[in-house]
Each structure stands twice: as structure tokens, then as C-alpha cells.
């Protein structure tokens, strides 16, 4: 429903037509219309007058447009009015079932994003030491003669591929197509930097590394733990269903952090915990569970591995070890177990704050084993609720744009590749060949994990002899890339000067353009932004969305997915890249784009949304329940909304997608699940299959391994499958049989297609089976490194030597004695280059920062507004303003993540493309945050290192 002009008349018509009520409408009915307020006094006197100047109205044709914001994960929905071609107006959409009619300041102000001045207009090459304008045809040669050369002399791998969340859908699916057809796994996004460690942890806990429910179901929760969240600036729409759940269900919302943020102003219970202590804070809650029979014994028995040897682990964790290690004391603690263990179903929420750690993987599976005990995942109210940064995010992690995995996490083994290649039809023995062929550390490359985003700076200047790979990183493609958003900003520095050749595709020339101190060899390619393109998005909750095309695309940009066809055409790989996808001009249809990975994603169930079934969602916003996000009436009656994965088998098989996983209450075939049998069938003898508990009309009615050809014919089901069908699955299982028989079988006996299995609290694989307290690698702390100390350094994770032990050694906790952090603004999101050219966004915040306590103010004798520097461990700097505030304690300062332009005291304004600089410089905290990554996942670490401050 759009709000629109409407005469009473047409109002009640529309009413009458089931559109909803105008916001004009209702306040005309109310008494909170002007005069309504006016009477009662409650506008003072002087604040209604009559308008005196408007600026004038096109009279042209209004062309109404559907969309969803490009900011944040929560995928809220947006009307365009375009007129002429123009974005003349946007407005909330009222009817969207997630949104509502809600939005943030970011979202407010989209419509300047469309036609922003500050963008880059044309190809350009940074040429001694100026900016000179170029044609995409001489920029597509000139980059793709150098890339060529560098394969011929360093190999594939020397070229890196780091791409973006702010893709569609359909884009990330080809760029990971387009790195592999030219022979590399050194390809990823922002993801490896923010919820990598969720995906790692969680999926090897229960199967899938995604958000179990969904914002809206949030509602129905009765308790909501935020755990390194701060939902009301990063995902602010989003706590309209926090505030729904505290006034109809009286939830009790408890917010765990270093500091004291806007969430905690609005929660039952804020515990102020010491930075990188998550897990000993869970164990601590766990302890109480415990002790006083608060878990949910029945579901741990059914749908649970490994519980007993958690209880011996937090048996390690009494209350004074626990205040010890958080900072919280007993009082506190038992408070927010009981309160958790009395209001179920509920949830626990995280963000960065929880991933962005070197234990982070650790932490993601802590927060997952609350859950489980207190049986709450798999409920309507309950889960894992894991909010995303970036509104792609989630697509672009499940359509492999990593360097660990192909598309729908399928993985880099060699029946992966065959699964992929025989969905492109490629033929494999060609696509092999395209990688170095060479064996290092005992792995070829092309099944070999790729070196990721967190890393590449390491990839151009470590030793070449201790990288796994021929040769280091010789140039890097930034294709929708914040540089700012990563650690050690010095080195980053030194990297990008070593470069042959550095590549920026981006509405923006990004603080990439500015900070690499070179003269030479930089490009900047003008991209699209989402809206003058078309596509699908997925949001946290899984729901996918479609987006139309607003407005046409602005100066010279070209939308993503026709530059990596213009440059496969240069590295001679188009063919293969569009073998099955029509391409108008150069530009690859999107549809058919959707169409080809239909056929693939079987793991995680992106094969049954098809294009017409998503437009269909998006043109029927209203027909979608708020809480439920169920259909009512229209063709998608019974459906939920966007779709959300795992959407079953094929399009005509009308699954109407999963809103809850795990969710043993509903049939498979209406969105039911148990978890995911992935893990095996046992281990020393116990089982690893659920025990007495399967989704509703589950034929076999317990666990069961996951379904493959040999099971149906086991279970006599094989002649289910039509003689077609036969043909295709036979030594085939349910991710790879390409014709969906064997999901569709599964699913007509009640069963998932991905097995009945138990979630795990034990990780076997992974350096810490069991989640454990490990000191941050520069810690305040000196005291607790010997009892909780990090891991020993490893010779090669990610192809690359990682350190651990020799960085914790060092101790800098006198020179360095706060615990500094970082997180977002409300104003800004990721590494600020979009928002802060955008004038109406700029305004509301002009300055970097530094929260800073008020003792550690006084004692520094620094006042409130006054320029400050922050030192890192590192040798990194950064020049800030001081804000002063208690929302921080006296062992902690804060500065948010979406500043860059300056770097250690140096501005670099006069270093933009004249026009395109954004409104706001500021310093980059990541100049100042230091070494440490996951071993899991290379995670970078952001929320838990050390600095000292100083008056300017």
C-alpha cells in the first residue's frame, strides 16, 4: 500500500477495496490530528502556521517502484516515485511484512544514494600522481592486459577477487563463477569480517550457519538475550518486533555488553561485561541452569550430542571464577538465568560484538548451546536469532562469494566442482586445468581454502616461501570493498603500495582510492548501485526479495554483473560464463541467472524460488502476516514470505519455504525440519540421529541419516521417482541429484531431505571441541593468560602462517591499559563511504570519535569535544574527538568503524577524484586495531584490543 493524496471519497474506496488505512485517513479519524492536538494545547503556541513556500511538483506521470533498502540486513521495503526517469519521492512501504512502514535514518535517505553527485562518473586511472579519465573500453584492455600478464608470470592465485555484500543475489552467484572459471579460490566479501565465525560455529552445531527464525517472529518471544548487539542503531527497524514482544507477551529483553548503547536503554536487565568473556559469561549462566534443573531435559535427551561433557566444563565456571573472568557478579548472574529459564520461548540475538573476536567461533557455539539447553531452538519464539550487516550479506555468504566454499556451501572437494561444473556444463577436465596445477602443503589450490579478505594483506607481503601458493598477491579487485572496515590500517598501507596493480569497482572511489600512498597503477570502474539494476536479496531471516529497477543507470556506471561479463570476455572466458544464460548487449539476464543456480543450490534449498514465484511475493507485500509471515489468500496463500530457505525441491513443487528451522511441530512439505544429520550417524558408540522426535508425518518417525539413492531403495521408495527421475539420482544423494527426486520423494514421507539428526555441543574438528575462555591476544588481563591462554601459533591456516602465542606474550598492558572497541553509528553503515557523501546523513554526525569514561577524561585532563589521539599496540594511530561519557566504564574506550579520508593525523580529501569526496573524513579505528583472526575461519579481531589516549 503506498500513501498517497486521496480525497474522502477515494479513501473510503480504497479502504473498501482491502488496501488499509492511509496514515492521512487515521489521523483524520483521531484526535491526534493537528487540530485535534492543537485543541488540547500539546503544540505550543506558534507551532502550526501556514506554509508559506513549497518547492514545485513535477505534474509529470508518477512510475511507482518496489524495492528494499540497501543499508542493513533487515530488508525493509521502499516505494520509489520516479517521474521522467527521476526518483522524485520515497516513502516507507506501509504494507511490507517486515518493515511495516518503518525506517531508519539510513533508509530515509536512499533516494540520494540514486542520484548522488559526490559518485564516480567514469572510468579513471590514478596516472603520476593525478586522476585522468578513461573509456570502459581502454580500462577493460589496460586492466585486463595486466591481469593476463601476472597469470602467465605468478599464476591464477596472484589475483585477487574480493567482492561484495552489496551484490545481488544473482551477482555474487556469478562472481564466484567468474573467480573459479579463471582459476582461483583468493576470493571473498565482508562476510569472512563479520559473521564467518556464525556461519562456522553455528552450522557445526546444528547443520545451517543462518538465523533460525526471523524478525517477526521475534514477537512471539517471552525472553531476548542481546549478546553483542547493538540492534537499535545497527538494525533499528528491527526493534519495532523487540517492543511488539515486550508489550504483548511482557518479554523480558536482557542486553549483555561493554558498554551502554541505545538497546540497553530499552532492556529489563543491562550487564555491563568486560570485552572477549562471552563464553565464560555463558558458561557462567549455564552454571545456574544447572545447578538449579533448569534445562529442558526431554528436548536435550532428543535432539541433543554432548550436553554431559558441558556440564563438566561449566562445572569449571562457579560464580567467583565467572565475576572474575566477566567482571559480573553471582547476583547478577542468577538473575539473568532464572529470568531466561522462566520465560521461554526465547532467543538469543547476536552481531559482531559476539563474532569479531579470535575466539569468536567459540562464542557463536557458547550462545547456541544456551539455546539448545534450554530447548528453545526449533520453537516459534526462540533460536538464533543472527542479525547480518549488510542488507546481502546473507546471499552473498550462501552463494560462495568465500574463498572456503562454492556456491550453497557445498564445499572445494572434487565432487564439488563435478556438482558445479555439471550445472554450468562445463566440462570438468577444462575447468581443472584452469587452476595452478602444483601441490602445496599436500592439496592442489583448487581445493585448497583461498586466502580470504582478512588476509590478503598478508598475501602481498609475507614471505612468499611460508604461503601456501606460488607466488604472493599481486593485484587486488576491491569490487564493492570498504578497505576501512579491516584491521591494521599501516600495513594495509604498505600492501597496497607493494600492488602491481589495484582495481576499485564502486558507485564511490572508496577509501581505497585515498589511502595506498601510490602514483600509479590504481583504476576506479563506476558500478550501479542496486537501484538502477534488478535482482533478488536475501535478508537475515532467509526471506528472498526482489527489487525493481528504479532509475537507469547514472553517468557512466554499468551494473556489476555486465562488468564481469565485459571482463570475461577480456580473459577469455565469457562462453563458459554465460553457456546457459542470455546476455543483452553485455549485459547477462538476471532471470536466467536465477534459473541456472535453481538447478544447483540443493544444499541449502534455493531451488524453489523461481523468478515468477518471488515477483509474485513482491508485488503481494500486503497479502503476507506480520508475525507469521504466512500468506493469506492471493496464489501465495500459505506461503512465507520471500520464500525463506530452505524452499524445497523444485518450483512446481510449491514448497512454500521454511520461516522456523528446525521446527519439528509442521510437516517438511509446510516448512518442518528436524536438525540436520551432518555430522555422521554416531561417535563412540552413541548416536548422532535424533532419538524419539522427527517433524509431524515423518513416515520413519525417528532420526534417519541424510537421503541418498541407496537409502530409498533401502526403505522401497525408489520406484517413487519417475523413470526420468531414476535416471538422474541413481548414485546420486539429495545435494547433488540434479533433477530434485530425491527431495521430492523425501518430502511425500514426511521427511527432510537432509536427515534427522542431533544438534552437537561438540565440535570434534575444530581446535577447542569444546568452546572455551581464551584470553584476547592483547589483554589488560596479564593475570588469566596462564590459566586461559591462547593457541600456539600455526604454521598455515588459510594458506597463510598465523600467529597466536608469540603476539599474547608480549605484554603491553601498561603502556596500553584500556580495552578498546568498536561498533556502528546509527547514522553509518559499514565503512561509511556511501553514507557519509550522502548530505542528509552527513549532517546528523560530523566528526570520528572516542568514547571515553569520565575518570579516565579527568585524569587525562581532556575535556568533552577536544581533539585526542588513540595509540594502538601496533604503532597505529588515529586523530579523534573526544566524546565523554559514561556509557563506557573506565577500563574501556569506544569509536565506531564507518570513518576513513584521514589517516594517523594526514587528510586526504585532495586526494579524491575531484567532486566525489564524501562530505565527512574521519580516522579509522582500524588504524589503530591490531593483529588476530579465528582459526576457524581467519575472523579478524575488532571488539578486543588495547590503547592508550592522549590530548592532541
Given at each position: ?539 537475515s531471516n532467509r526471506s528472498i526479495q526482489w527489487r525493481d529497477r528504479v532509475i537507469e543507470p547514472h553517468f557512466e556506471s554499468k551494473s556489476d554483473h555486465e562488468i564481469m561479463y565485459l571482463f570475461a570476455k577480456k580473459l577469455g572466458f565469457a562462453q563458459e560464463l554465460t553457456k546457459q544464460i542470455k546476455v543483452n548487449g553485455n549485459e547477462p539476464l538476471i532471470e536466467d541467472i536465477v534459473r541456472e ?328 579505528v582500524n588504524t589503530v586495531t591490531t593483529y588476530g583472526y579465528d582459526p576457524v575461519t581467519l575472523m579478524q579481531e575488532t571488539k578486543t584490543t588495547v590503547c592508550r589516549i592522549e590530548a592532541a
Open positions: 500500500m503506498r500513501l498517497t493524496k486521496k480525497t474522502a471519497a477515494s479513501t473510503d474506496a480504497a479502504q473498501s477495496e482491502g488496501l488499509g488505512v492511509s496514515r492521512r485517513g487515521f489521523l483524520k479519524g483521531t484526535s491526534v490530528a493537528a487540530g485535534g492536538l492543537a485543541a488540547t494545547g500539546l503544540l505550543g503556541q506558534g507551532m502550526i502556521r501556514k506554509a508559506e513556500a513549497k518547492t514545485a511538483k513535477s505534474t509529470a506521470p508518477v512510475e511507482v517502484k518496489r524495492t528494499i533498502c540497501t543499508h542493513c540486513s533487515v530488508g525493509c521495503g521502499v516505494y520509489a516515485h520516479v517521474q521522467e526517469g527521476v526518483w522524485t519521492y520515497q516513502e516507507a512501504a506501509f504494507d511490507h511484512p517486515i518493515n511495516k512502514g518503518a525506517h531508519c535514518a539510513k533508509g530515509a535517505a536512499l533516494r540520494h544514494h540514486g542520484h548522488s553527485t559526490r559518485r564516480l562518473k567514469y572510468p579513471m586511472k590514478l596516472e603520476g600522481g593525478k586522476w585522468k579519465k578513461l573509456s570502459w573500453e581502454q580500462a577493460i584492455n589496460e586492466i585486463g592486459d595486466k591481469t593476463l600478464q601476472i597469470r602467465e608470470e605468478s599464476g591464477p592465485d596472484s589475483v585477487f577477487w574480493l567482492g561484495s555484500a552489496k551484490f545481488n543475489n544473482e551477482q555474487a552467484y556469478l562472481f564466484r563463477k567468474f573467480a573459479s572459471l579463471w582459476g582461483t579460490n583468493n576470493v571473498d566479501h565482508q562476510a569472512r569480517i563479520c559473521h564467518s565465525t556464525t556461519v562456522a560455529g553455528v552450522a557445526n552445531t546444528w547443520g545451517y550457519g543462518a538465523m533460525t527464525n526471523s524478525y517477526n517472529d521475534m514477537q512471539n518471544s517471552k525472553s531476548i538475550l542481546f549478546i553483542g548487539s547493538n540492534a537499535a542503531e545497527a538494525h533499528p527497524v528491527s526493534m519495532q518486533h523487540t517492543l511488539i514482544a515486550k508489550e504483548r507477551n511482557n518479554c523480558k529483553v536482557v542486553v549483555v555488553d561493554p558498554r551502554y548503547t541505545r538497546t540497553a536503554a530499552k532492556a529489563d536487565e543491562y550487564v555491563r561485561i568486560r570485552s572477549g568473556s562471552d563464553v565464560a559469561y555463558i558458561w557462567g549462566l549455564l552454571w545456574h541452569i544447572f545447578r538449579n534443573g533448569w534445562e529442558d531435559k526431554e528436548y536435550i535427551k532428543q535432539r541433543v550430542y554432548g550436553m554431559d561433557e558441558i556440564r563438566k566444563e561449566v562445572e569449571q565456571f562457579p560464580p567467583a571464577v565467572v565475576e572474575d573472568i566477566t567482571g559480573v557478579g553471582e547476583a547478577q548472574m542468577y538473575k539473568v538465568a532464572k529470568m531466561l529459564a522462566d520465560n521461554t520461548p526465547g532467543c538469543v540475538v547476536w552481531c559482531m560484538g559476539g563474532t569479531q573476536h579470535t575466539t569468536g567461533n567459540n562464542n557463536t557455539r557458547a550462545y547456541c548451546i544456551l539455546e539448545l539447553a534450554l530447548g528453545n531452538t526449533g520453537k516459534s519464539g526462540g533460536g538464533a536469532n543472527i542479525y547480518r550487516g549488510h542488507d546481502n550479506v546473507q546471499g552473498a555468504t550462501d552463494f560462495g562469494v568465500l574463498s572456503n566454499s562454492l556456491p550453497g556451501y557445498y564445499g572445494l572437494a572434487e565432487g564439488s566442482w563435478k556438482h558445479w561444473a555439471g550445472v554450468w556444463n562445463v566440462d570438468f577436465a577444462w575447468l581443472k586445468n584452469r587452476f595452478d596445477q602444483n601441490t602445496y602443503r599436500g592439496t592442489k589450490p583448487m581445493n585448497a581454502t583461498g586466502i580470504p579478505v582478512s588476509r590478503w594483506v598478508d598475501g602481498v607481503l609475507e614471505d612468499k616461501e611460508k604461503i601456501a601458493q606460488k607466488d604472493n598477491l599481486r593485484a587486488v579487485f576491491y569490487w564493492g570493498h570498504a578497505v576501512n572496515s579491516q584491521t591494521r590500517g599501516p600495513e594495509m598501507r604498505e600492501a597496497m603500495k607493494k600492488l602491481d596493480m589495484m582495481v576499485i569497482v564502486d558507485p564511490y572511489p572508496t577509501v581505497a582510492a585515498v589511502m595506498n600512498d601510490r602514483t600509479d597503477g590504481v583504476y576506479l570502474l563506476p558500478a550501479c548501485t542496486q537501484f538502477e539494476t534488478y535482482g533478488s536479496v536475501t535478508a543456480y535453481n538447478r544447483g543450490m540443493w544444499t541449502i534449498g534455493y531451488t524453489g524460488q523461481s523468478p515468477e514465484r518471488l515477483k509474485y511475493h513482491q508485488q503481494n507485500w500486503h497479502a503476507f502476516d506480520f508475525t507469521s509471515l504466512r500468506g493469506v489468500g492471493t496464489e501465495a496463500d500459505g506461503e512465507f514470505y520471500g520464500l525463506p530457505w530452505p524452499c524445497w525441491g523444485t518450483a512446481e513443487m510449491k514448497h512454500p519455504g521454511t520461516h522456523i528451522l528446525y521446527d519439528t511441530s509442521l510437516p517438511v512439505k509446510d516448512g518442518g525440519l528436524g536438525f540436520r544429520a551432518n555430522f555422521g550417524v554416531e561417535r563412540n558408540g552413541v548416536t548422532l540421529l535424533a532419538e524419539g522426535s522427527a517433524p509431524v508425518g515423518n513416515e520413519i518417525g525417528d532420526g534417519h541419516p541424510e537421503f541418498t539413492a541407496d537409502l530409498l531403495k533401502q526403505l522401497g521408495w525408489w520406484d517413487d521417482l519417475t523413470a526420468e527421475e531414476k535416471k538422474a539420482a541413481e548414485g546420486k544423494n539429495w545435494k547433488t541429484d540434479l533433477s530434485g527426486g530425491i527431495q521430492r520423494v523425501a518430502i511425500k514421507h514426511g521427511c527432510a531431505p537432509f536427515g534427522n539428526g542431533k544438534a552437537r555441543t561438540i565440535v570434534w574438528t575444530f581446535p577447542d571441541a569444546i568452546p572455551k575462555h581464551r584470553e584476547p591476544l592483547y589483554t589488560t588481563r596479564r593475570d588469566l593468560v596462564a590459566k586461559y591462554p591462547t593457541w600456539d601459533d600455526f604454521e598455515s591456516i588459510f594458506r597463510l602462517p598465523t600467529l597466536y602465542k608469540s603476539i599474547q606474550q608480549r605484554d603491553t598492558s601498561a603502556e596500553f591499559p584500556i580495552i578498546l572497541t568498536s561498533g556502528r553509528l546509527v547514522e553509518y553503515e559499514g565503512g561509511g563511504d556511501e553514507t557519509r557523501s550522502n548530505p542528509w546523513l552527513a549532517e546528523l554526525q560530523q566528526d570520528m570519535f572516542v568514547e571515553i569514561n569520565p575518570f579516565n577524561a579527568n585524569t587525562l585532563r581532556i575535556r568533552d569535544g577536544q581533539d585526542v589521539w588513540v595509540y594502538g599496540p601496533e604503532g597505529g594511530k588515529a586523530k579523534v574527538k573526544a566524546l565523554v561519557t559514561n556509557r563506557v566504564d573506565r577500563n574501556v574506550a569506544f569509536m565506531p568503524f564507518h570513518f576513513g579520508g584521514r589517516f594517523q593525523g594526514e587528510d586526504l580529501r585532495s586526494r579524491y577524484p575531484e567532486g566525489s569526496d564524501p562530505y565527512v573524513l574521519g580516522e579509522s
